[in-house]
């Protein structure tokens, strides 16, 4: 079993920059994929980045290339999400989610998702 729990949301204006964090319990963290999902409403959820047990593989989604950097401290159990240049489009819930294996783009490949947090990017 593994639980993940999401913090560094808020507000911040079009440029800036925020970086989220997703803490891990289980002992399967070391050996697991993570990725990080968004949510806008009204939207379908989106990929946005995932990354490897090792940290060696990483992967974006084409919307957040070049500004959005993947992560992981294995001795912290947790893994970071490092956005710059913020977009209004950017606003969404931003979730966590691990799996077992590759990290990949399908959320419905991820076993366990944390409750997400809220990033808002004003105009």
């Known amino acids: 079993q593994v639980q993940l729990v999401e913090s560094g949301g808020g507000l911040v204006q079009a440029g800036g920059s925020l970086r989220l964090s997703c803490a891990a319990s289980?002992?399967?963290?070391?050996?697991?994929?993570m990725g990080w999902f968004r949510q806008a409403p009204g939207k379908e959820r989106e990929f946005v980045a995932a990354?490897?047990?090792?940290?060696?593989?990483?992967a974006y989604g084409d919307s957040v290339k070049g500004r959005f950097t993947i992560s992981r401290d294995g001795a912290k159990n947790t893994v970071y999400l490092q956005m710059n240049s913020l977009k209004p489009e950017d606003t969404a819930v931003y979730s966590c989610?691990?799996?077992?294996?590759?990290?990949?783009?399908?959320?419905?490949?991820?076993?366990?998702w944390g409750q997400g947090t809220q990033v808002t990017v004003s105009s």
């Open positions: 989610a691990s799996k077992p294996g590759m990290p990949r783009m399908w959320a419905y490949e991820y076993a366990y």
């Open positions: 289980g002992r399967t963290f070391s050996t697991y994929a």
């Open positions: 990354i490897s047990w090792s940290g060696s593989i990483t």
